[in-house]
T-cell receptor, first 111, second 113 residues
């Protein structure tokens, strides 16, 4: 049972434009969400998080939006830069504090 | 501040063998978690250790085991390797359990032939 779903395996965006990465979840008990970014041959790095008491969290070029009724969150990157090309994982800790990851979305920033 | 260090970076083993992977967390971090990353399944939780005790375990067979030492360093062991165990094994550390902003190591790429 995939509790955190990233339905787009890949996404291509023009440099300077907005990148929107989507994530859906099925477990209504999730109350905290994280985004990680991963470059090839490196481990994932923590990017941004959001608590379920908020619907938006912003950190520089990165904004995460949470729609609890739709069980959906999205990561917006504005403006997109070449260094943003990476795999992005959406994740949420379950009640046992295990972090459940989505399968990731590979973002390509085009010149 | 040194990051999370995993050794070795690459490993090739044959079916039936066993393997031990090592993880040194960031200094002061006491919680260590292990994940398996495969192309089809993404990152899957293996186990979490804190204060030398396994705090959480994922849905993996008993061939996968781990331990944590008093200095917080952790090892994971896979016995009787199968081809399907080929994956990137990632270790992540955090100061305490439920401190979700993990810092990951670069991983150990295990290939089973």
């Amino acid at each position: 049972d995939q509790q955190v779903k990233q339905n787009s395996p890949s996404l291509s965006v023009q440099e300077g434009r907005i990148s929107i990465l989507n994530c859906d979840y099925t477990n209504s008990m999730f109350d905290y969400f994280l985004w990680y970014k991963k470059y090839p041959a490196e481990g994932p790095t923590f990017l941004i998080s959001i608590s379920s008491i908020k619907d938006k969290n912003e950190d520089g070029r990165f904004t995460v939006f949470l729609n609890k009724s739709a069980k959906h969150l999205s990561l917006h990157i504005v403006p997109s830069q070449p260094g943003d090309s990476a795999v992005y994982f959406c994740a949420a800790p379950n009640r046992d504090d295990k972090i459940i990851f989505g399968k990731g979305t590979r973002l390509h920033i085009l010149p | 501040k040194a990051g999370v260090t995993q050794t070795p970076r690459y490993l090739i083993k044959t079916r039936g063998q066993q393997v031990t992977l090592s993880c040194s967390p960031i200094s002061g971090h006491r919680s260590v978690s292990w994940y398996q990353q495969t192309p089809g399944q993404g990152l899957q939780f293996l186990f979490e250790y804190f204060s030398e005790t396994q705090r959480n375990k994922g849905n993996f067979p008993g061939r996968f085991s781990g331990r944590q030492f008093s200095n917080s360093r952790s090892e994971m062991n896979v016995s009787t390797l199968e081809l399907g165990d080929s994956a990137l094994y990632l270790c992540a550390s955090s100061p305490e359990p439920a401190d979700y902003g993990y810092t990951f190591g670069s991983g150990t790429r295990l290939t089973v032939v």
